[in-house]
């Protein structure tokens, strides 16, 4: 009788999100501290401006081009494109509102650097015309 052979690899089951704006896989990397995640964005979509009081993000788009939004609690705005082609890594540190919308259909690679807590998003409105009118 032969045994039934041990498995070499490991398969950990993500978690998986969809909704108008993204569908995406979270938490992709087990034994992280925080949380590693991708996402398709479908061209023109927006997440609005939120912002974390404790969690760091970091954002890189290896496929399409993704315009963002940073704003300073003092009202400073930054906007930033990213795309393969800047091959950078967006830093967004705690206290910071900041958003995207897609240029184009994208991937974004994002990595948060504590585990995903609900209570440290915290949300503000933000009108598509935002996303197209020259900063002030």
Partial sequence: MSETPKPIGKLHDQRFHE????????????????DMNFTHVPKGSIAGLHM???????FAVPKG?????LITEDGKEERITLSPYARKTLIIPPGVWHGYKALEDSVVLF???????????HRRETKPEDWESPIR
Avoid at 27 to 34: A, E, F, M, N, V
Avoid at 52 to 58: F, P, R, V
């Fill in 19 to 34: 909704d108008d704006r993204r569908r995406g896989f979270y938490d992709i990397i087990p034994g992280l501290p925080g």
């Fill in 52 to 58: 974390h009081k404790e969690q760091s993000d970091y």
């Fill in 65 to 69: 081009a993704m315009l963002f939004r």
């Fill in 111 to 121: 990595y948060i650097d504590q585990k995903f807590n609900t209570n440290d998003e």
